[in-house]
T-cell receptor, first 110, second 112 residues
Framework: SQQGEEDPQALSIQEGENATMNCSYK?????LQWYRQNSGRGLVHLIL?????REKHSGRLRVTLDTSKKSSSLLITASRAADTASYFC??????????FGKGTTLSVSS | DAMVIQNPRYQVTQFGKPVTLSCSQT?????MYWYQQKSSQAPKLLFH???????NEADTPDNFQSRRPNTSFCFLDIRSPGLGDAAMYLC???????????FGPGTRLTVT
């Protein structure tokens, strides 16, 4: 099955800085979702953006979607130590269920 | 609170000894999923149910089976666990096949 690709694989920043991670996919989609996973835990849904939307906000999160480039970005502003986690994008390009990307591991140090 | 519950959180089994992991949900969602996640990897979909319709991913080993006796419960059976089956197993639900998924906390399986 196809799989999205996140970039970078790992990101280390200081508290207060912004974190940007990117996701690319291969075929057309109806929606793209971002999830967070704290170490040893289940995934938590962050935001869903539909293919006809270009940008969406939720608190300190900003997601953009460029369907012409088949890519999305997740921006976390004013990051906190509690944002330390792995972040996954997921798309419906698989046709039967969501396909998760490989994830970006974010480390925020105080 | 509506939620997805997985039991047990940690499971140790012996090589070749059948094991069953369970998942229950109070969200009344139509779709339930089982994922396998190994260290530092993406969740890998094993199978999902849309109501009672079972959908098996093409590369899911025959060693893995699933049962969904009713809307609320779903089970993952590993008939003869190998060392390579040691992983986190995640259960998730959604209202539709491409909607927001709600995950349980996972079951960490160790095979000795």
């Amino acid at each position: 099955s196809q799989q999205g690709e996140e970039d970078p694989q790992a990101l280390s920043i200081q508290e207060g800085e912004n974190a940007t991670m990117n996701c690319s996919y291969k075929t057309s989609i109806n929606n793209l979702q971002w999830y967070r996973q704290n170490s040893g835990r289940g995934l938590v849904h962050l935001i869903l953006i539909r293919s006809n939307e270009r940008e969406k906000h939720s608190g300190r999160l900003r997601v953009t979607l460029d369907t012409s480039k088949k890519s999305s970005s997740l921006l976390i502003t004013a990051s906190r130590a509690a944002d330390t986690a792995s972040y996954f994008c997921a798309t419906d390009e698989g046709g039967t269920a969501l396909i998760f990307g490989k994830g970006t591991t974010l480390s925020v140090s105080s | 609170d509506a939620m997805v519950i997985q039991n047990p959180r940690y499971q140790v089994t012996q090589f070749g000894k059948p094991v069953t992991l369970s998942c229950s949900q109070t969200l009344n969602h139509n779709v339930m999923y089982w994922y396998q996640q190994k260290s530092s990897q993406a969740p890998k979909l094993l199978f999902h149910y849309y109501d009672k319709d079972f959908n098996n991913e093409a590369d899911t080993p025959d060693n893995f089976q699933s049962r969904r006796p009713n809307t609320s419960f779903c089970f993952l059976d590993i008939r003869s666990p190998g060392l390579g089956d040691a992983a986190m197993y995640l259960c998730a639900t959604s209202g539709g096949p491409f909607g927001e998924q709600y995950f349980g906390p996972g079951t960490r399986l160790t095979v000795t």
